[in-house]
């Protein structure tokens, strides 16, 4: 008998164990738990949120700090969740006594910071923020201009209603938003700018009070319907020519200098324009872009790889902006976009 119950047993308990691993899928077979869309981000996805979710977090703080601004008090409030907040309503130098701030704090005037000072909390700044050198922000929403001391570290966010200039060497993890502009210094490291004109300078705080100074470049709109040209290999365009049309190609796409296209490009490896070449449309690669000098670009730019921006490039218009996006950017001194820089890993201003 027990020959006979031996090898059964043995067939069960390996059958047993082959089905084992097998078994949370035929329950999900039978049960279809799994079976409704995913989960979907509730947000738009506007860079301005964490600023917009900070001021209504913020919200039952405005009558101390229209007091304070009034006595020029400090004063310490408890918000909602029972976190505590300093409402500071005194203006012009600020200096903690320890340089490591623990908490939410509210300038209620316009402030000008230490060196070498360390928020881990929000800031808010109801004024003109002057931060000095080698400060680190968590996140600020400043309702004026905000000017960021050299070496500045921006851990996560900062949006200003007026416009941000950043220092030489600072860092700008995160998102960064401004409702006129934004102004980066060389050194600048960054992820994602939004601005309606984005400029890049040797040093923008010597920028102050003309931050969209300069001429803006106009676009001949070419009027009417453009074909499309499809290339299998490389393409070049030769100096002072012009094409009308859009390409794609499979290979790369070399523009040369003063080079007009009145349509967009495509490149299957690499875009390289020469030095004041203009494209009316978008640049796409899933290689890499390189901007010459002095180049007018009036759609976005758009790589799998790297993007390479020189000295006087103008992206996008006032009135036209634009999106710049690259796992990498480097962007030289002198250069502007209307619209957003967003480098997905880093971006750089360099000299």
């Given at each position: 008998m027990n020959e006979v119950l031996a090898p059964a047993a043995l067939a069960a308990l390996?059958?047993?164990?082959?089905?084992?691993?097998?078994?949370?899928?035929?329950?999900?077979?039978?049960?279809?738990?799994?079976?409704?869309?995913?989960p979907a981000r509730k947000d738009d996805g506007n860079i301005r949120n964490?600023?917009?979710?900070?001021?209504?977090y913020i919200a039952p703080l405005r009558e101390p700090l229209a007091v304070c601004a009034?006595?020029?008090?400090?004063?310490?409030?408890?918000?909602?969740?029972g976190s505590y907040a300093l409402v500071v309503g005194q203006g012009g130098d600020?200096?903690?006594?320890?340089?490591?701030i623990q908490t939410l704090i509210l300038f209620a005037q316009s402030v000008s910071l230490s060196h070498r000072m360390i928020f881990l909390k929000d800031l808010y700044a109801a004024g003109d923020l002057y931060g000095g050198r080698q400060i680190i922000f968590r996140a600020v929403l400043a309702e004026k201009d905000v000017f960021l001391g050299e070496e500045t570290l921006v851990a996560r966010w900062l949006h200003s209603e007026g416009s941000v200039f950043a220092g030489r060497g600072s860092t700008l993890y995160g998102r960064l938003s401004a409702e006129t502009a934004a102004a980066l210094s060389t050194g600048c490291?960054?992820?994602?700018?939004?601005?309606?004109?984005?400029?890049?300078?040797?040093?923008?705080?010597?920028?102050?009070?003309?931050?969209?100074?300069?001429?803006?470049?106009?676009?001949?709109?070419?009027?009417?319907r453009l074909g499309r040209s499809r290339i299998r290999g490389d393409i070049h365009f030769h100096p002072g020519e012009m094409f009308l049309g859009n390409i794609i190609a499979t290979g790369a796409v070399r523009i040369d200098e003063k080079t007009r296209i009145l349509g967009s490009a495509k490149a299957g490896t690499h875009i390289q324009l020469g030095t004041g070449a203009e494209v009316e449309g978008s640049l796409v690669s899933s290689?890499?872009?390189?901007?010459?000098?002095?180049?007018?670009?009036?759609?976005?730019?758009?790589?799998?790889?790297?993007?390479?921006?020189?000295?006087?490039?103008?992206?996008g218009s006032p009135d036209s902006p634009a999106t710049v996006s690259a796992p990498r950017i480097r962007i030289s001194s002198g250069s502007?976009?209307?619209?957003?820089?967003?480098?997905?890993?880093?971006?750089?201003?360099e000299e």
């Open positions: 390996t059958g047993s164990m082959v089905a084992l691993p097998l078994t949370p899928a035929v329950l999900e077979i039978l049960r279809r738990k799994d079976a409704g869309p995913l964490f600023a917009r979710s900070m001021r209504r009034q006595s020029g008090a400090i004063q310490e409030s408890c918000l909602g969740d600020y200096g903690a006594s320890d340089e490591k490291k960054f992820e994602r700018v939004c601005a309606p004109v984005i400029v890049t300078a040797a040093n923008a705080l010597q920028r102050r009070g003309h931050q969209a100074d300069g001429t803006v470049r106009e676009f001949h709109i070419q009027q009417g290689g890499r872009i390189d901007v010459g000098p002095e180049c007018l670009i009036r759609g976005p730019v758009l790589a799998d790889k790297e993007i390479v921006i020189a000295s006087g490039v103008q992206i502007r976009v209307y619209g957003t820089l967003w480098a997905r890993l880093e971006g750089r201003v």
